[in-house]
């Protein structure tokens, strides 16, 4: 039997061959180096969204899920695919390219170190980018307390166990959650665009999702 021929296509990649497959994994998180791309607007508030303390997030480096123990600022993934919404399919390129985050500027997808050494650490919260706007801190803030998903969790198990009490403050907390970010828009004159940022998802969509049961506004 001759030796096994080996094809172009198989041998191993140094350098990056611009596939775009990192690209539809989603958008990446942000790291306090991309603070300025947001502060100088190349990355505006409107294409990110936050995934708060408690949240099943995709680890990207080990696969499967894991529970965030702090919040992370990601770009948004388009709406129907986990692809990054600056990805452009058209020409496989990246819209924001000369202005990509840090996660994309190190990633080699061929040898993870880069990437891994930076992962968990420097990451940028919502606290760090509303520095200079204290009163919309102090707005998330009171976010968090209220709705945070360690709460939310507890409130769901009560409620499952029939605890009226905590079927009620868990219907106060997703209502609480939703009017914040009408309020925030309408009498806060803040663009609805920034809400999953500055509050992360829906909290009746992420206690459906994470906990596995439906629940309703009343
Ligand atoms: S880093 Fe890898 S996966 Fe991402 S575009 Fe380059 S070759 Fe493709
Ligand atoms: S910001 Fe650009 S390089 Fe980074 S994941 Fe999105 S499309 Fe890809």
Redesign the pocket.
């Known amino acids: 039997m001759g030796p096994e021929m080996i094809k172009p296509e198989d041998l191993p990649?140094s350098s990056?061959?611009?596939?775009?497959?990192?690209?539809r994994k989603g958008g990446p998180a942000l790291h306090l180096e991309d603070r300025e791309l947001v502060d100088q607007g190349k990355i505006p508030l409107a294409s990110l969204y936050t995934l708060r303390k408690g949240e099943l997030a995709r680890d990207n480096i080990k696969g499967g899920l894991i529970r965030l123990s702090a919040e992370i600022v990601k770009i948004r993934s388009l709406p129907d695919a986990a692809i990054c919404m600056y990805f452009n399919e058209t020409d496989q390129s990246c819209d924001i390219y000369l202005h990509r985050p840090v996660e994309c500027r190190i990633?080699?997808?061929?040898n993870t170190n880069p990437i891994e050494g930076m992962y968990a650490r420097t990451r940028l919260s919502r606290y760090v980018l509303l520095e200079k706007v204290g009163w919309l801190a102090e707005l998330v803030q009171a976010h968090e307390e209220k709705c945070a998903l360690d709460r939310a969790e507890k409130l769901v198990q009560a409620r499952i166990a029939d605890d009226p009490a905590a079927a009620d403050a868990l219907n106060e907390i997703i209502n609480y959650d939703f009017h914040l970010r009408q309020v925030a828009a309408e009498k806060g004159g803040l663009s609805p665009d920034i809400m999953d940022f500055l509050f992360g998802r829906p909290l009746a969509e992420v206690i459906s999702r994470q906990f596995g049961v439906k629940v309703q506004r009343r």
């Open positions: 990649i990056c061959q611009r596939c775009g497959a990192c690209c990633l080699e997808c061929w």
